[in-house]
């Protein structure tokens, strides 16, 4: 059994519980012991530091505090998520870095009886640790349905490798890590260039035309190159290309239907667990697909939701644009 | 060997020291005020043998030296204190002005009052206590000096030059005309380096082996040179002027006495291999081959990993068709022991791993090419006879972008400038556009185009209409983003003159990638007892004023070995090094610093911990007599062993205990009060 501190973040209970399931799941089998980091709190995701300095490092080293008092034989932190994992890597380096934030930092921390000292945690995210610590060996013994045949599109994100402040990945650029597990899993690993593109973020919210561009780009290149499913390891990835493939199709006048996965998911269904039991259903642009390649019985689809009202138009209204014939009947009308 | 050692002991006779302070201008006189050093010299260290103390503008000058010839045979000084700059700068000229006045130079101490002193102290009242305590360590050392003789030591006139690139064959050749004769050993099968491999060559646009081919020949029928091929360097031993080297012949499974070099044999061959040293990747030879038909030596070698007969036991093609029978399926390697005097190290350089940039996708994208590559496809006698042609073979790119700076100033691989890049960037520009018609594209950080007629040839590339655009590439993809793109490679680059992201689709990516040590440079630099930097480039003497010699004597290095440099530059470099060896030769024999270790046997309890630390391989254990024994030609008075030996049994000429725990103690005799610093 390997020990390690879980910080679990906020997207694990809500958006991405399909992620969270399917890590429970396929922890077992990879005698992965992962213990809760008690009392944690929200790292701040990817606004916050960009607002107030000092507070958002708080906030994240309050939870490095919480682990290193939960500390025993393991320093280990594992993050499943990108921007938690991201988040804890960086409060952990700067206070490093720059001893005077470190002070500062641990001086609002003393306010709840806290203390981190930087550096004394090893933060990892996920595939780290099952790429690096229990190793592919061992993963490769555990598969008992190969994913044969399936034509998986690795997508990393954005802020898994880069900046890598301890140096854990092969390449900021192209990391190869995910590529690998998927092939000892038995997937068909489609060379995928964008893997480490950004996937939006929070843009949907703020500039929607912007966000459907680089979605569009994701999807069509995963398409183009004939995936079967995207597999990622962030569940803000998920979240946008699952969620607004929808809208991106109606902006587009596109009809693009790529699902996207947790890679503990595919790793789930490869060690044979059954789909209920790693969230298999809770996306919104069905990965039956998947099921249905490899043969295994699916857990009854839910009908789909009744499409929505269209909203009532707030503005003015509008006049109908003129057709062909109406501007060609004008047009006479000016010649006599 | 004379004996360096007269038998004098400080007791003897009675000191009588001179102390020299230099102003160095402003170097030492604008921090240290020289004048009280001087007064407090000649007035405080009177009872510890000083007589005489002196200041001067500039001691290293003539009238400088004067001041101490001429108190030396005035006042009968017996001992010579120079506080000025490092010993490693101007002890040599003070030593000399001692031995002009009749002095054993070895009596004249330097203390350094600039490096160590003016130059890294800002507080004067601070900095003139701190240089009276150098020189009251320098007096009470320099008691304890005694008259030494250098070592004299006879050279061999023989040179071993060790790579067949176009430096070693600079090297090889001004040192055979001049008379004398050279071992030149080769790792491939020919001689020629990577200028072999060139089709042209900037500025001139001359043809690679037109003007190589010559050289090339000259040196294969050199009466003055043995030439070794395929043969790689095993073990030094000896010192300056009398190395023995042993040389590991590879077999080449050919007689290579009776092969005329008719080629029969590669043409009967039926094993296809794809050669990655002399084609880049891009081409074939045959398991037995010459690396190109201009070889020199114009003998095969057979490839035995990849030859059908070392595979299967059957095949023999090559020995069927062998009119004159010069196959030997049996040949072994043969060990060679050469004695030389002197060695060049002309090893050369490896191209960057582009591969290890994933993101240019060399490797993964077809159509991205290396350097090399490009080099083999523009040569008319490369695998597409000089067609600039895409990895299917036939399509001719219609727009080619050349990136620069792969894998050079770049943090994350190799900070320094490969220097050839450029230039050879505008190459590939010139000789892509003239064959293909092609837009070509250049992306660069700078044009760095120095040196005689380079700009000029930028000029004449930017006339031709090529493209430049500024800025470091971020990717090159194969992942349209819109139809203009689709089926290309899009470079994405931010153009930093105008300031905007742009990306620019073509069909043909050439990476001008850098240049790196040799993988195994630092192994060879341990063979040879030579130093190298962290990247692995060989370590010069000194790197403005002796870019040729090591820090080692006898071994001397050209080319791009010492670091990135164009085809002139080592040539230049190459005879330069020849010229120092013939320099040597010349003297017949030479001599050498008496500064050297020696082991006192009584003390020596053979526990063999110097054995190893030894940089120079100067060391050897008598395993009958259980004692360790220093070669003092080899040695050269690094003090490692000095300082490492449990018992004390080593010791340094010229750093002996009595005297380095005599400038202790007269450093702690200047008892520095923290007020009268801060006062």
């Given at each position: 059994m390997s020990d390690y501190i879980l910080y679990p973040g906020c997207s694990m209970e809500a958006s991405a519980r399909a992620y969270y399931d399917s890590l429970k799941a396929i922890s077992k089998p990879l005698g992965l012991n992962l213990r809760e980091i008690e009392d944690w709190n929200c790292c701040g995701a990817t606004e916050y530091l960009s607002v107030s300095k000092t507070p958002a490092y708080a906030l994240i080293a309050r939870n490095l505090a919480l682990a290193s008092n939960q500390a025993n034989e393991t320093h280990s932190v594992v993050a499943p998520c990108s921007a938690c994992y991201l988040n804890l890597a960086k409060a952990d380096y700067y206070m490093r870095e720059q001893p005077k934030l470190g002070k500062t930092v641990n001086e609002a921390l003393a306010a709840g009886n806290l203390h981190y000292v930087p550096g004394s945690l090893d933060i990892r995210h996920l595939l780290d640790v099952i790429v690096y610590d229990i190793g592919l060996d061992s993963v490769e013994k555990k598969v008992v349905q190969p994913l044969t045949g399936l034509r998986v599109v690795p997508y990393l994100g954005c802020m898994v490798p880069r900046p890598d402040y301890d140096h854990h990945w092969s390449d900021h650029e192209f990391p190869v890590e995910l590529d690998f597990l998927l092939k000892v899993l038995g997937a068909d690993v489609v060379d995928y260039p964008l893997k480490t593109e950004c996937c939006g973020g929070h843009m949907p919210q703020i500039s929607p035309s912007t966000a459907f561009e680089m979605l569009r780009r994701l999807i069509s290149t995963a398409d183009e190159r004939d995936g079967d499913v995207m597999v990622t390891i962030c569940p803000m990835c998920q979240l946008n290309i699952d969620g607004y493939q929808g809208e991106m199709n109606q902006f587009f006048g596109t009809n693009y239907h790529m699902p996207i996965l947790f890679f503990t998911q595919l790793m789930g269904l490869a060690f044979g667990i059954e789909p209920k039991e790693l969230g298999f259903g809770l996306e919104l642009v069905s990965a039956r697909n998947v099921l249905d390649t490899l043969g295994v019985k699916a857990p009854p689809e839910t009908p789909p939701a009744p499409p929505r009202r269209p909203r009532k138009p707030e503005g003015l209204p509008m006049p109908t644009p003129l057709t062909k014939p109406q501007i060609e009947a004008l047009k006479k009308e000016v010649v006599k | 060997?004379?004996?360096?050692?007269?038998?004098?002991?400080?007791?003897?006779?009675?000191?009588?020291?001179?102390?020299?302070?230099?102003?160095?201008?402003?170097?030492?006189?604008?921090?240290?005020?020289?004048?009280?050093?001087?007064?407090?010299?000649?007035q405080s260290l009177k009872h510890r043998g000083v007589v005489i103390a002196r200041e001067y503008k500039f001691m290293c000058s003539s009238p400088g030296q004067d001041l101490i010839e001429k108190d030396i045979k005035e006042l009968g000084l017996n001992r010579v204190i120079v506080a000025a700059c490092s010993p490693h700068l101007h002890e040599k000229t003070f030593r000399t002005a001692c031995a002009n006045a009749g002095l054993n130079p070895y009596l004249c101490e330097m203390v350094s009052i600039r490096e160590q002193v003016s130059w890294v102290h800002t507080d004067k009242v601070a900095a003139t206590e701190k240089a009276k305590a150098a020189i009251s360590g320098g007096v009470e050392r320099v008691r304890h000096h005694v008259p030494l003789q250098p070592i004299i030591v006879p050279i061999n006139p023989a040179t071993l030059i060790v790579g067949g690139g176009i430096a070693g064959i600079q090297s090889a050749l001004e040192i055979a005309d001049a008379g004398f004769h050279v071992y030149l050993v080769e790792r491939e099968p020919s001689i020629g380096g990577h200028m072999a491999q060139f089709d042209k060559t900037f500025p001139t646009l001359d043809c690679s082996a037109c003007i190589l081919t010559p050289k090339m020949n000259s040196v294969g029928t050199h009466p003055n040179i043995t030439l070794l091929t395929w043969s790689e360097v095993e073990k030094v031993d000896g010192y300056v002027g009398n190395f023995s080297v042993t040389v590991r012949k590879k077999a080449r499974k050919v007689?290579?006495?009776l092969c005329t070099g008719c080629g029969i044999c590669q043409e009967k061959c039926p094993k296809k291999v794809i050669d990655n040293v002399f084609e880049a990747g891009l081409g074939y030879r045959k398991a037995i081959y010459t690396p190109s038909p201009q070889s020199v030596?114009?003998?095969p070698v057979i490839d035995v990993p990849n030859c059908t007969y070392y595979e299967k036991g059957t095949c023999k093609a090559c020995d069927i068709f062998c009119a004159p029978k010069a196959i030997r399926f049996d040949q072994e390697d043969q060990i060679l022991t050469l004695n030389v005097g002197n060695i060049i190290l002309a090893t050369g350089y490896e191209l960057f791993d582009a591969r290890r940039i994933p993101n240019y996708g060399y490797g993964r994208l077809p159509n991205v090419f290396t350097s090399l590559e490009i080099e083999r496809l523009t040569n008319a006698a490369g695998p597409t006879n000089g067609n600039v042609v895409m990895r299917d073979g036939k399509t001719t790119p219609k727009t080619v972008g050349i990136i620069h700076c792969v894998g050079s100033r770049d943090k994350n691989y190799n900070n320094y400038c490969s220097v050839i890049c450029c230039m050879q960037s505008l190459k590939f520009a010139h000789l892509v556009h003239e064959r293909t018609g092609a837009q070509v594209y250049n992306f660069y950080i700078d044009i760095r185009a120095a040196f005689k007629d380079y700009d000029e040839f930028y000029q004449r590339v930017l006339d031709e209409g090529t493209m430049f655009v500024r800025g470091k590439v971020a990717e090159v993809t194969d992942v349209p983003r819109n139809e203009n793109e689709r089926g290309k490679l899009i470079i994405q680059v931010e153009d930093t003159l105008v300031g905007k992201q742009r990306r620019i689709p073509v069909d043909m990516v050439i990476l001008s990638a850098g240049l790196e040590p040799r993988k195994d440079s630092k192994e060879v630099a341990k063979t040879f007892g030579i130093s190298c930097s962290v990247n692995g480039w060989f370590i010069e003497k000194h790197p403005k004023l002796d870019p040729i010699a090591t820090m080692t004597?006898?071994?001397?290095?050209?080319?791009?070995a010492q670091g990135p440099k164009d085809i002139p530059a080592s040539v230049a470099q190459g005879a330069a090094a020849a010229a120092r060896v013939l320099g040597r030769i010349e003297q017949k024999e030479m001599a050498l610093e008496p500064v050297r270790a020696s082991v006192i046997e009584e003390k020596c309890s053979g526990c063999?911990?110097?054995?190893?630390?030894?940089?120079?391989?100067?060391?050897?254990?008598?395993?009958?007599?259980?004692v360790t024994e220093i070669n003092p030609a080899l040695c050269q008075g690094c003090g490692t062993c000095v300082a490492a030996c449990p018992a004390g049994a080593i010791t340094g000429t010229g750093f002996s205990n009595d005297q380095i725990m005599a400038q202790i103690e007269g450093l702690l005799m200047m008892n520095i009060e923290p007020e009268a610093v801060t006062a």
């Open positions: - | 060997m004379t004996d360096n050692i007269e038998n004098t002991s400080p007791s003897d006779a009675q000191e009588k020291i001179g102390v020299y302070v230099c102003h160095c201008g402003t170097n030492i006189a604008g921090v240290v005020d020289v004048v009280q050093v001087a007064n407090w010299a000649a007689d290579e006495e030596p114009n003998r004597e006898g071994i001397f290095i050209a080319g791009c063999r911990i110097c054995n190893g630390l030894c940089p120079f391989n100067a060391i050897t254990f008598h395993e009958d007599r259980m």
